[in-house]
Every structure is written in C-alpha cells, then in structure tokens.
C-alpha cells in the first residue's frame, strides 16, 4: 500500500471532452501540422488507449537507470537523496491531485516514513486481528448487494471482476480506515471509490500534455477535485475539530488507521489536521488502488485453472479459517497468490526512485543524474532461473513448503527476488492490510463459489508501457457449490 507500489494505469481513460482537449493541446505541444496527418495520428492513439492497445506515450522517460544485484537493489532503497515519493509526484501529480502536499523535504519524508512504520507495520496485524469479525460481516454484504446486480448465465451470475473487485476491496478497506460508519456513508463511500480513478486518469493525462496545462486537465478530470475535497473535508473533521463526536462505535474506531494515526501524533508539533488528512489521502489511494488489481488478476487465474481453485477450495473446507491468524496460515491460497502476482506483476519495473541532486554507487557505477530515475527490474527479477525455474511456466504450488519443517513463503514477505512490496525500510509497510483484504475475498468467494470466465476466449488483460491493466468488460459467472 506504498506508492511506490501503486503504479499501474488503470483502465478508466480520461473522458471525451479531455481526449478532445488532449489531441488539441498535443497537436500544439508536438508542432504536428494537420496537413501532414498529425490529427489521424492523435485520433489513432486515443482509439488506442481507450480499447485497450498498447502504446507509448509521447513524454519518454529520459535518464533510466535499471539496477540488478542485491547491493544495488539495497542501496537504491535506502540512500536518502534518491526519493520515492518524487518519482510518484512527478506521475501522478501529487501537487493537484494530493492537495499540494510537500514530498521533497528530507525531515518530512523521515517523520512520515517513521509514522506510517509504526501505524501500518508494526500495529497493523494487531488492528487486522480485531477488525476481522467486521471486516467478514462487511464482505458478506457487500458481497449480495454486488451478486445481486448480476445477470442469470447457465444457471450461474455473471458480474464485471474488475468492478465488483473494486467495489468489495474499497469497502472493506474503508472499514479499516476510517471505521464502518464512515464505510457506510453512500456520498463517503461514492468519494472513496472514485479518488483512486481519479489520480489515474490525470496520471495519463499529465503525461501527455505540458506541465503548464496540469491545473486545467486536473479540474476538467476531476471535477475540480470534488472526491479529493469530500474526502479530506470529511478527514480533517474527525482527525481535529470533530474528533471528539466522531460518531463510530469505539470497539472499532480504536482499530481504525485514522483514529490511530490521530494518538501517535497527539504530542507533536509537526502534524495537524490539515496534514494529517492529506498524508491519509496518500496511503488511502494506495490502499484502495493496488488490492483490487491484485485480486483482479488472481480471479481471472483462478477461473483459468479450474484444478487450483478445486485445490483451494479443498484448503479452505478443511482448514476453515476463522480469523486473521488462521487466514494467514493456508500454504496453497499464500503460494497461488505469490505466483500469480510473480507472473502478473502491476508495474515490469520496482522499487523506483528519482534523484534529487547526482548520485553515484558506491561500487563507482552507475551514476544516476539529478531528475534521472533508478529502478529495478521487476519481471528480470522474478524470471530469475536460479531462484525460479521453468520461470515462464504457472505453479500455483511454487511456494509451497516443501517439508513440515520448512517455514511457510509468505505472500508479504521482503525480498530481492520478489521486489513486488519494494525493498529496505521503505517496503510497504501496509502490505498485511491489502494482503488480508485479498485473501479474505477470495477465500470467501471460493467458499461459497465455483468460477469460470463468462467469455472464455476473451482477452483479460492490456498493456500501457509497464504497466498490466485489467479490461472494465470482462465477467466471471459465479455458480453456487452447494446447490449444484
């Protein structure tokens, strides 16, 4: 739940009227005449990007320094004058699109990377266990409200995976945010879900239009930052003026995030609301943006591998997982999970970090010019012979302990093999969250639930530069396992 993390583009492009303003403000931007085919190639590549087709965007990413070696990857990850945050400012346009919140001061990003270590990291797996009973109770109902919106196929329902997976993460983390209340607050809730399309479809929009133009294409896309404004409005109050009749039940409010992150900082002189409220913004969009493209892809590898799903579900009958503790203990959900996110990584690259003065590596190579952005190698990385082998081929049971005795590979594990959650102290340090979430879905629907594509044939997923995006139009059909 790290930006750095949360990379991928989803598949919601900007509306008509911004494309319109896009091809216009290109054409200009580039100096391509009319007269020599420059609008049929602007309306070639948003025709492109709308349905799903591959292509670059006109803003090549200049000085790109792609790391290997474990030293490498552990100095990239630590060395203070290479950022994360800026990487992610620079894409996403945290200026608009967080409000205007600082990222390039050194002391702040180590007050905050201190807070969210010990809110997220260290106190997360003891909120998760207490949230848990609410968390299942809200999977529950979301999960009918979803199924009931979906369409009789063949005796199954069909519903669209990537927006019920949105919809069901989005609610269940909202619970752990901000608390039920707030969860259930229908213009909250609406705010919720669509801040996170939001910052994606400026992340588009910002790389194709000029730097000047961003305050333009950010209040045409966003409608003035209606969901951002809701939000932080709503944050502000219960994590200052309000906090005191914030109306959520205390057995959860003292589990949530934001109620948690308002007492760790009670004493100090740097956080107030204000801050407060848009450091939350923050991990919330990378909270609400990355779990749902996990599970996304998970199902659709689980509607394509009909003997792992019978595999897991035979885990969960036995098992029968009814906490966090025991959720976290299934070997075979943990190792399909890890290989599939191995196999369809969010972002081909990791652990990205912009320089903000000149860095050299200590070995003397590579140099890294200031703007210019280090990274590694992601799919290299977990294509690795020596670590995987038959790299290319789909083993749900990869990560599987080999002996009793063999300590269980978890899906949130640290490693310069699997740089999915980053690497050093800034892993991700919400990584227990989204995993949760994910697992507590999935085992729900495989508990209750066969799958299969509604279109087995249909194409699942696309591709935009490094980035895997899953289609808005694909559907699962669902069919009730025990009454076959």
Sequence with gaps: MNPQLFTSVGSLGPTRLAFGILAVVATVYLGVSLHQGGLKKLRRIVNDF???????PWKAADNFTVLSTKKQIAELSEASVLSQKAVYADMFGFKHTMNGIDHNSLDHRVIRTRLYARLLHLNGPVYLDGLFPFLKEKLNATLQVELRKGRNVNG?????VALTARRLSSKLMAVVFYGDVLASDEEFSAALLKYPKDMIKCMAAFQLTPSWMSPYMHAILTNRG???????????DI??????????PEKTKKLTIAHNMTE????????DPELLSQSLLGI?????????MFLDFILLELCARPEWQSAIQEELDTLAPSNYHELEKLPLLDSFIKETIRLNPLDQYAIRRKALEPYTFQSGAPSVPKGGTACVSAYDLMHDTQHYPSPNSFQGGRFVPKTKAAPQSKFTEIS???PVWGYGSLACPGRFYASL????????????YDMRLEKEKERTKWYWESFTMPYESTRVVLKDRHHA
């Design 50 to 56: 709308s349905n799903g087709r591959y292509y670059k």
């Design 156 to 160: 199954g329902l069909s519903i669209p």
């Design 226 to 236: 209606e969901a951002m404004h809701k939000i932080q409005a709503r944050l502000r």
């Design 239 to 248: 994590m200052g003026t309000g906090r005191k009749s914030w109306t959520e």
């Design 264 to 271: 760790m900082t009670d004493d100090s002189d740097y956080w």
């Design 284 to 292: 919330w969009f990378a909270a609400a943006h990355q779990p749902w």
């Design 416 to 418: 310069d093999k699997f």
């Design 437 to 448: 979430i994910i697992k507590m879905i999935i085992s729900e629907i495989l508990t209750k």
